[in-house]
């Protein structure tokens, strides 16, 4: 993908985060990498102002040069999702790996997962005291 003029790149976190807001199973597509790519560089989580959006990409391209280049393929791969989609009227199913490893270990690949891209402090104090309870059940035997 060409790099994107500002205007392109403002219509591109529109159109991201109204499918984050929307439709965010078409997310679920990617790996987790590729959706962390697309959080980091055009923000679709965040209610941001344009003038902001353009800054955050100055300092993330300052930053991690590569992340540009990353979210192109990132987008790319979203975008067949989508086309997909709309002429099958449903998402086509994520390839599975099968087989083992060079090392001789079986091999699964995981998909359909949605990443966050912020930490939810709710979610990760209710883990925490889950591990708490677990532990202090097992001393007490």
């Known amino acids: 993908m060409p790099r994107l003029s500002k205007k392109e790149y403002w219509q591109w976190h529109v159109k991201l985060r109204w499918l984050w807001l929307n439709h965010q199973y078409f997310y679920k597509y990617l790996s987790p990498t590729k959706q962390w790519i697309l959080h980091d560089f055009f923000q679709p989580s965040k209610d941001i102002s344009r003038e902001e959006l353009l ?6 391209t300052k930053e991690r040069p590569g992340l540009p280049h990353q979210a192109g ?4 791969d979203l975008n067949q999702m989508i086309h997909r989609y709309a002429k ?9 790996t099968n087989g083992r490893g060079k090392s001789g270990a079986k091999r699964v690949k995981v998909t359909g ?3 966050r891209p912020e930490i939810d402090p709710d979610q990760m104090a209710r883990v925490l005291w889950k591990i708490v309870e677990r532990k202090s059940k097992l001393h007490d035997l």
């Open 113 to 115: 997962s949605l990443v």
């Open 88 to 96: 099958a009227r449903k998402p086509a199913p994520a390839p599975v």
């Open 55 to 60: 800054a955050h990409r100055k300092a993330i």
């Open 73 to 76: 393929w990132a987008l790319r």
